[in-house]
């Protein structure tokens, strides 16, 4: 909807492989995870490094504590993120993200930062707007290696996510 835009997105490790093979991402910035005080010191280089990008909005799609911090040390001049006590006062614009369990998954969440970053653009359609995931090429090596090993070659498999950590990342 914006082809001139550039599209960075921010990561843990674990994650880049679904999202660094996405062709409408311009980079993708894995963020160092570690633990202790040297975390603060790879915080700080990280945030210095996202304001001299001069991002024009940034979105907290996730909403934790150092995502929260982040998206402000970016010094973007939008910053859109869910409203939570002690972390909306780092956004420019706050959306509501009710806590409770209802008959709505998180990407639904998420769509409503994207309608409050972009109004003009419209409400996400997932007719017109499909998710998309790449094939990362580790990650099928990893799972061949793994259906080798269990001697799931060859054979179907159907796998079946029951639950998530997290209520709101639940399908009612």
Do not use: C, K
């Amino acid at each position: 909807h914006l082809p001139e835009a550039r599209l960075t997105y921010l990561v843990e490790r674990a994650a880049a492989p679904v999202v660094d093979t996405l062709p409408d991402l311009d980079e993708v910035i894995v963020v160092p995870h570690v633990r202790g005080w040297r975390r603060v010191g790879d915080d700080l280089r990280l945030a210095a490094r996202l304001r001299r990008a001069r991002f024009d909005v940034a979105l907290d799609f996730h909403g934790g504590p150092r995502s929260a911090w982040l998206t402000w040390a970016s010094g973007a001049p939008r910053r859109v993120g869910y409203e939570i006590t002690g972390r909306s006062w780092m956004y420019t614009e706050v959306v509501p993200r009710p806590r409770d369990l209802r008959p709505r998954h998180s990407v639904e969440n998420q769509w409503d930062l994207l309608r409050a970053a972009f109004p003009a653009v419209g409400a996400p359609d997932p007719e017109r707007d499909p998710v998309v995931m790449g094939d990362h090429p580790d990650a099928a090596a990893a799972v061949h290696r793994r259906w080798q090993d269990l001697q799931l070659i060859g054979t179907r498999v159907v796998v079946v996510h029951v639950s998530a950590g997290n209520p709101f990342r639940r399908w009612p």
